[in-house]
């Protein structure tokens, strides 16, 4: 693995495989984001969006920790403080979504709060079997804001959502996997290897057809079924007449790899 490219006190990026990136959170105690760290996140996945040269991104945490959330030492209360907050973690999740670029969470333990939110707006999520999953905002007189009262009951129903959400009751991999939390589940020591895998996989198809896909679902997801079906008809014209279309139609005729730019 490649030494990392950015190190700052929130996250390490380094480039494991060509396509790949591999953004390690680091922040302290347990992965806890302040409004700065989210920030610096939030501008370090815009730069990579415009660079084009990531074709996947896959979040991991440090330890024993994917993500906790909100470090709530830092906690104001202000109207200023609490908006302040929202905007930089809302920003943040909006960024993992709409960006052309998928990510992928390796959750490597406790994805609680923010955190756990963070891990739902990525593309796919992969866990470790000792990993928890958890919204305990409930406990400290609060919500989980930032989009995760809408994208985990998209996730699992409005049922189990509201169960996690207002129990504030965290549970394991077993379960988050079982009611569609988690996508896939794997033995703690093989995470990592198995991400990049997910990623490898994803890096060496069009970059222009996953990026259409991801905004097509993306649409439907927060539009409904209309607006989706509109932007497939819109997208599918060009995509098909694509540098990308033309190479990979090529490369299946010729029996070779597609070489996309």
Same mark, same amino acid.
């Given at each position: 693995m490649s030494?990392?490219?950015?190190t700052n006190a929130a996250f390490e990026a380094s480039i494991p495989h060509p396509g790949v990136l591999l953004v390690r959170i680091v922040s302290k105690p347990m992965g806890a984001f302040t409004i700065e760290a989210r920030r610096t996140l939030k501008a370090f996945l815009e730069r990579v969006h415009l660079d084009h040269s990531a074709r996947c991104v896959v979040l991991i945490g440090t330890g024993s920790a994917f993500s906790v959330g909100s470090n709530i030492r830092e906690f104001e209360a202000t109207p200023e403080w609490i908006e302040a907050a929202r905007l930089a973690e809302t920003g943040l999740n909006e960024a993992i979504e709409l960006g052309p670029?998928? @990510?992928?969470? #390796?959750?490597?333990?406790?994805?609680?709060?923010?955190?756990?939110?963070?891990?739902?707006?990525c593309d796919i999520r992969i866990a470790g079997r000792s990993a928890t999953f958890g919204v305990p905002e409930a406990k400290?007189?609060?919500?989980?804001?930032?989009?995760?009262?809408?994208?985990?009951p998209l996730l699992v129903g409005r049922g189990q959502a509201l169960r996690l959400m207002l129990t504030a009751q965290p549970i394991d991999a077993e379960e988050a996997h079982r009611i569609g939390i988690f996508d896939q589940l794997v033995d703690d020591d093989k995470l990592l290897d198995r991400a990049l895998e997910v990623a490898r996989q994803i890096a060496a198809v069009s970059p222009k057809a996953v990026a259409a896909s991801?905004?097509? @679902?993306?649409? #439907?997801?927060?539009?409904g079924y209309h607006a989706g079906l509109a932007m497939e008809s819109e997208i599918t014209v060009p995509l098909g007449l694509s540098d990308d279309a033309i190479e990979g139609k090529a490369a299946f005729i010729e029996k070779r790899a597609p070489r996309f730019k």
């Open positions: 030494t990392a490219i950015v670029v998928p @990510v992928i969470a #390796a959750c490597n333990g406790y994805a609680l709060g923010g955190g756990a939110v963070m891990a739902l707006a400290l007189g609060a919500m989980p804001t930032a989009t995760g009262t809408m994208r985990l991801r905004r097509c @679902v993306s649409t #439907a997801l927060r539009l």
